[in-house]
């Protein structure tokens, strides 16, 4: 069972969100036990939007946006910052893991079903496809140990973002854009 969620939930930084992406860069640091993927779309063949929370179509990922992704390797989640191409910050986005790592020198991490996100008009922060996770449960592709595992983290990230005390979240993701693309 476990081994099957391995494999099959494994997602690398550089794979995803690449949908209708035709021509990006992606450049991977790493900076102790954390590893930066940052993305440049430089050709789409459609974009991904998403509704926010008025129910209004957003653009996260077009031409010439970028998206900055933090791979914690002592930690078990994943996050996702979206910037447009003027380097404005559109949104965050958690993916809550089993587990994260480095294979083919390229960051990854076994998505757990729990994300966590977040709704830029009011500022808050909720959990997302529980649903997803609870189905992973009944049919026995998680253990009941992972299924707490991602209430454990999620809660305990909830609390962190709330209190502005995550570290990884308290970084600006901007600068690493910056760096490297001028």
Known sequence: MRKNVLLIRRKFT???YMKEAVDYDAI???????????????????????????????DYINEGYYVVELTPLKENYNIRYYFDSNKNFIDYYVD???????????????DLYLDIIHYPKSNIDKFCDEDELADALNEKKISKK????????GNKLLKEINNKTNRYLNINAKEYIDRYYE
Request: hydrophobic share 35%; net charge positive; charged share 30%.
């Open 14 to 16: 550089t794979n995803t």
């Open 28 to 58: 991977i640091v790493k900076e102790d036990n954390l590893c930066i993927t940052i993305k440049k779309y430089n050709k789409m063949d459609g974009k991904f939007s998403l509704k926010n929370e008025d129910g209004v179509e957003k």
């Open 96 to 110: 809550i893991t089993l587990m994260n790592g480095i294979e083919y020198k390229v960051p990854y991490y076994v």
């Open 146 to 153: 992972d299924f707490n595992l991602a209430y454990k983290v």
